[in-house]
């Protein structure tokens, strides 16, 4: 008979935050419309431009090269989309929302799980727009930390890279083994659990909701549900 695995102790749980605590696709709308108002006053057609730059996002927001590949697609040469691109990507990187919406019920999720593992939000991005997001959704008081994984070393090391739990272990002294991960990318959230050996849960909603998960991962509809399994699992 094979023994059954030790229950992990679990002491921090990592949280991803676009699209696992709020609907990333609420920030990208604002965003989208902040560039297509800087595309209309640099001579672009405004609708034109918006439409071509949604189309890019929906391909996958987070792929670089967005806004210039929208100025191809509408028709700008090399020459104008040189010339553009930096003011457009400027608009987008200072874009700031006035509020963001978690999904329903994410708070009293979070305050149920605070009383049981130190929480820290862990996500990739430009560090300034990231912490705008996070401030936005009023979430902070359930977290001990926000890591955002571009500022230990650009894009090179966003998840899966490794390197971002070794900085919240040197914060907190608490070895990665007793780490857990909430997250809705198979390809992030999920990579970086199973490179690190340690458990994860995958929440399976907005942009990348229809990839498919890895066999064995626990996978649900939302961040409650998350919650709530893990607690009734290893809590």
């Not at 001579?43 to 071509?52: E, M, S």
């Not at 730059?53 to 929208?70: C, M, P």
């Amino acid at each position: 008979m094979t023994p059954e695995a030790p229950t992990p102790d679990i002491q921090v749980v990592l949280i991803d935050l676009d699209d696992t605590l709020y609907p990333q696709s609420s920030f990208l709308e604002g965003a989208t419309l902040a560039v297509g108002q800087r595309a209309s006053e640099l001579g672009l057609d405004h609708d034109q431009f918006v439409n071509a730059f949604r189309s890019v996002l929906a391909r996958g927001s987070d792929t670089g090269h967005t806004i210039d590949t929208a100025l191809v697609e509408i028709g700008c040469d090399a020459d104008e989309v040189l010339r553009l691109t930096a003011p457009l990507v400027s608009a987008f990187l200072h874009f700031r929302p006035t509020s963001l919406e978690c999904y329903p019920l994410v708070r009293e999720s979070l305050a149920t799980l605070a009383t049981h593992a130190t929480l820290v939000c862990l996500t990739d991005g430009q560090p300034d727009l990231q912490r705008a997001k996070f401030s936005s959704l009023g979430v902070a008081t359930f977290f001990r930390a926000l890591v955002i994984t571009d500022e230990l070393g650009g894009r090179a090391l966003r998840k899966p890279a490794t390197a971002c739990l070794n900085r919240v272990s040197d914060m907190l002294s608490i070895p990665v083994r007793n780490f857990f991960v909430i997250g809705d990318r198979p390809d992030k959230d999920v990579a970086l659990a199973r490179f690190a050996g340690i458990g994860v849960i995958r929440v399976r909603q907005g942009e990348y909701r229809e990839s498919p998960s890895p066999q064995g991962i626990v996978t649900v509809e939302d961040f409650p549900s998350a919650v709530e399994h893990l607690i009734k699992t290893y809590f």
